[in-house]
Nanobody, 127 residues
Framework: QLQLVESGGGLVQPGGSLRLSCAASSGFTLHYYAIGWFRQAPGMEREGVSCISSHGGSTNYADSVKGRFTMSRDNAKNTVYLQMNSLKPEDTGIYYC???????????????????WGQGTRVTVSS
């Protein structure tokens, strides 16, 4: 079964940067999977941050992160990335990557459509 592993979280000061990675378990390829990044702050519902099509040519972002976050994928490395710049305290939370089999040019940004989830990586933005 496909397993996803996030990494790259940590503590960073406001204005700083982090790059999150999401890797697939060995033996599986993410090539035909749409991928999404979601986050969950304490006491809040999990919300969508960004999503990318299986081919990598199309991405969507939540308004709160547009212009600051960039999502990309390297299908040869079976890895998806989330570059986060100009981080704010409100970006604090646990970040999850998720996958759904969807070989399409359009990204999938609906949380309920995803059926494979990682364990999450914690991001804390604080001075």
């Amino acid at each position: 079964q496909l397993q996803l592993v996030e990494s790259g979280g940590g503590l960073v000061q406001p204005g700083g940067s982090l790059r999150l990675s999401c890797a697939a378990s060995s033996g599986f390829t993410l090539h035909y999977y749409a991928i999404g990044w979601f986050r969950q702050a304490p006491g809040m519902e999990r919300e969508g941050v960004s999503c990318i099509s299986s081919h990598g040519g199309s991405t969507n972002y939540a308004d709160s992160v547009k212009g600051r976050f960039t999502m990309s994928r390297d299908n040869a490395k079976n890895t998806v990335y989330l570059q986060m710049n100009s981080l704010k305290p409100e970006d604090t939370g646990i970040y999850y990557c998720a996958a759904v089999f969807q070989p399409a040019v359009q990204p999938m940004c609906e949380k309920l459509k995803y059926d494979h989830w990682g364990q999450g990586t914690r991001v804390t933005v604080s001075s």
